[in-house]
C-alpha cells in the first residue's frame, strides 16, 4: 500500500506558475499527475515511467514538466503559463508497473486526496 499526500495547490492569475509537490509513502515504479473538474471524467496530465521517461497530455505539453526524486519518494508538477482551463482538482496517482508512462486512470492503483488549482483570467 502506498499513501499520497498532495500540496502546492492554490489560486493563480493567468500567466502564473505553481508547483505541485506529492510525498509518498513508499516507492511507485510509475507515478502521474491526474486532473478533475466537476462533471466531467479524469484526466491524465503527466505521468513518468519506471525509467524515466515521461509523457503529457497535449494541452499541457510545453508548459507543465513532471519529475521525481527517487530518494526521497517525491513526485513534483511545475505548471508554468496557466490558463483558466488548467482549473481543477489535481491529484498524485502511483503504480507498481513497469514500463512506459500511462495517462490512463485506470493504469493507477494508489491515490491522493487531491489539491485544488484555481487559475483566474
Known amino acids: 500500500q502506498v499513501q499520497l499526500v498532495e500540496s502546492g495547490g492554490g489560486s493563480v492569475q493567468s500567466g502564473g506558475s505553481l508547483r505541485l509537490s506529492c510525498a509518498a509513502s513508499a516507492y511507485a515504479y510509475s507515478m502521474g499527475w491526474f486532473r478533475q473538474v466537476p462533471g466531467k471524467e479524469r484526466e491524465g496530465v503527466a505521468a513518468i515511467g519506471s525509467l524515466g521517461n515521461t509523457a503529457y497530455a497535449d494541452s499541457v505539453k510545453g508548459r507543465f514538466t513532471i519529475s521525481r526524486d527517487k530518494i526521497n519518494y517525491m513526485l513534483y508538477l511545475q505548471m508554468n503559463s496557466l490558463k483558466p482551463e488548467d482549473t481543477a482538482m489535481y491529484y498524485c496517482?502511483?503504480?507498481?508497473?513497469?514500463?512506459?508512462?500511462?495517462?490512463?486512470?485506470?493504469?493507477?492503483?494508489?491515490w491522493g486526496q487531491g489539491t485544488q488549482v484555481t487559475v483566474s483570467s
Open positions: 496517482a502511483g503504480a507498481m508497473r513497469l514500463g512506459a508512462p500511462v495517462l490512463l486512470p485506470a493504469a493507477y492503483n494508489y
